[in-house]
């Protein structure tokens, strides 16, 4: 699992709240992402990290900022949530292997926003 | 940015060999083509990675044609436990040159 957390797990909030999902991963890799996942669709690109303070947009980085202060942690933000935020959140790190990079996911955190 | 086209789903059986295709027309020169297994509730995990020809390992193939715009995973024997959603993907070391499409859900039954 490349060493890789999410919290939390699951999560329960209210529309217009501010939310904040963790990322933590114990083996110094550089490029970190968040992508989310909605039923019957792929997995879309919300931000990514390539080193500390070094962040980029993805396909729908709309209502999402991201924050990454130290190598280890990536923060994504939902500054103030709406019901079309619900999904399941999945972050990323990728790895070079045999000349490519290669992305590993962490558990996923499920979020319902009411 | 190179776009996958894949079926959204099969169906086979246990002990068969499967096959999906997966098109990507317009694939770079500096591209790399990945798959990924999906099960419910969990993160996408890596399976196999090949640029040219064929890949092989110890869960799968990847057969990649000269003009490399398709790819072909190659699931030996499956079983059960294989019944899961499987991406294409095309891209290089850059997230924002990867796009993940729906996928193919592959269902194996008894």
């Known amino acids: 699992d490349a060493g890789i957390t999410q919290s939390p797990r699951h999560k329960v909030t209210e529309t217009g709240t501010p939310v904040t999902l963790r990322c933590h991963q114990t083996?110094?890799?550089?490029?970190m992402y968040w992508y989310r996942q909605d039923p019957g669709h792929g997995l879309r690109l919300i931000h990514y990290s390539y080193g500390v303070k070094d962040t980029d947009k993805g396909e729908v980085s709309d209502g999402y900022s991201v924050s990454r202060s130290k190598t280890e942690d990536f923060l994504l933000t939902l500054e103030s949530a709406t019901s079309s935020q619900t999904s399941v959140y999945f972050c990323a790190i990728s790895e070079s292997r045999d000349g490519a990079e290669t992305q590993y996911f962490g558990p996923g955190t499920r979020l319902l926003v009411l | 940015l190179a776009k996958t086209t894949q079926p959204i789903s099969m169906d086979s059986y246990e002990g068969q060999e499967v096959n999906i295709t997966c098109s990507h027309n317009n694939i770079a020169t500096n591209d790399y083509i990945t798959w990924y297994q999906q099960f419910p509730s969990q993160g996408p995990r890596f399976i196999i990675q090949g640029y040219k020809t064929k890949v092989t390992n110890e869960v799968a193939s990847l057969f990649i044609p000269a003009d490399r715009k398709s790819s072909t995973l190659s699931l030996p024997r499956v079983s059960l436990s294989d019944t899961a959603v499987y991406y294409c993907?095309?891209?290089?070391?850059?997230?924002?040159?990867?796009?993940f499409g729906s996928g193919t859900r592959l269902s194996i039954r008894p």
């Open positions: 993907l095309v891209g290089q070391s850059s997230a924002s040159k990867i796009i």
């Open positions: 083996e110094n890799h550089r490029y």
